[in-house]
């Protein structure tokens, strides 16, 4: 069976936040992560929560150690159980000696999903340091791990195989970016160090990109879509 997961981010607009959530809804899926923005998304999440039936799970930063065992209380007074704990951008230090305190601090009552990037991250630079790094995630208790978007299917599956060895794949969530605009994927691809295939750039306006995407994912058994909280990038690769 088949799992999709949505990406949304804080939005002031509410009228435009219920329709979207009211649609994604229709979508059934098993839940929803909510980016932290610019601002504290605590409020944003609260209001989503309040007004819809999915599964929430918030994204917290590991800026400083305090503040996050105080958001997590808060999140835990409204009956949110599930973490996705990220390094942010403006972080030197890896999320993994942060991840596991809080592990330490409140067992299992939570669950805490963390990113995997397996093209090329700023702390651990190369494909063998990442997934010892993984390894690592999962023996203090990573429960799920969410990919970077990704166009190298080669390398997609040569780091599943790995990641079978080490018991990973079933918590596994292949990350789908759904732009349609050439111009954008390059511009995100690039900010991301993604690799993007020469031949899908210059043949990009002659075949069909989401064709492309599931065709080589049949496998695969949960996306989660980024969706830019955009109606008509979900609506085209899920039609």
Known sequence: MKHISFEIFPSKNIKENISFIKYLEKKN????????????NFEFVKFIKKNSNIDIIPHIICNNLFFLVKK??????????????????????NSFEIIKKIRNFFGHIIRIFSGVYLEEHKLTKNLLNEILFIYKKKKIGINGFVSQFFYNYNLIFYCISILK?????????LGIFPKKNIKEIL????????????WLVKNFNFINIKNYYFKNLKKINHFHFYTFNKKEFVEYYLK
Do not use: A, R
Request: glycine share 6%; aromatic share 12%.
């Open 29 to 40: 899926p098993k839940f929803i992560t909510i980016t932290c923005g610019k601002n504290d």
């Open 72 to 93: 997590i209380i808060n999140f835990i007074k409204i009956k949110i159980f599930n973490f996705v704990i990220i390094t942010g951008d403006n972080i030197k230090k």
């Open 165 to 173: 060895k080490i018991g990973v794949n079933k918590n596994f969530i």
């Open 187 to 198: 511009y995100f691809t690039n900010k991301c160090k993604i690799e993007l295939p020469i």
